[in-house]
T-cell receptor, first 113, second 115 residues
């Protein structure tokens, strides 16, 4: 069975600083996709970044990057130059065949000015 | 098309009543998913459709729950004989096709409160 674990319920960071959110997962498949989704307060969830397990290179999207460690089944999200608009709940998610996403419990990130 | 829409946004109902939620996906998207999210938790998968065919249902989806996607367009999720434990945010998402790299686009959700 697929599982996703986010061990940091809440985190805070000062504006313009860097923060890393942790995620570990478990799957029996050799290929799968990992995602980070952002859910701002009272707004809908949007995709931040995705990573295919077969790709060794870590994905980056502007200020967002991941540290994908396949052997350790770890998938952390780094946010550089944090902005007030980054305040949100962040979910790590896994899909094996594209039929469904399995989410972690989420990490609340608060960016302080 | 402005994205996935859901109606209603909020629903308060009394225990034992039936409720129905609607989801309109992005128009060219073949896949449609339903998730349930309780406070402080991540979304949990309920069911998904490929066009009009319902391909998988979670064990969370008891026989009081039914979902349809007639003609492969909008979808409805009905809960019969609601219970207080059904109180949650019900999220709909859609994706262009079945490949696992596809982004799922989420709607704003329907928040259900059962009193």
């Amino acid at each position: 069975a697929q599982t996703v674990t986010q061990s940091q319920p809440e985190m805070s960071v000062q504006e313009a600083e860097t923060v890393t959110l942790s995620c570990t997962y478990d799957t029996s498949e050799s290929n799968y996709y990992l995602f980070w989704y952002k859910q701002p307060p009272s707004r809908q969830m949007i995709l931040v970044i995705r990573q295919e397990a077969y790709k060794q290179q870590n994905a980056t999207e502007n200020r967002f990057s991941v540290n994908f460690q396949k052997a350790a089944k770890s998938f952390s999200l780094k946010i550089s130059d944090s902005q007030l608009g980054d305040t949100a709940m962040y979910f790590c998610a896994l899909t094996e065949y594209g039929n469904k996403l399995v989410f972690g419990a989420g990490t609340i990130l608060r960016v302080k000015s | 098309d402005t994205g996935v829409s859901q109606d209603p946004r909020h629903k308060i109902t009394k225990r034992g009543q039936n409720v129905t939620f609607r989801c309109d996906p992005i128009s060219e998207h073949n896949r449609l998913y339903w998730y349930r999210q309780t406070l402080g938790q991540g979304p949990e998968f309920l069911t998904y459709f490929q066009n009009e065919a319902q391909l998988e249902k979670s064990r969370l989806l008891s026989d009081r729950f039914s979902a349809e996607r007639p003609k492969g367009s909008f979808s409805t999720l009905e809960i019969q004989r609601t219970e207080q434990g059904d109180s949650a945010m019900y999220l709909c998402a859609s994706s262009l096709d079945w490949t696992p790299d596809q982004e799922q686009y989420f709607g704003p959700g329907t928040r259900l409160t059962v009193t």
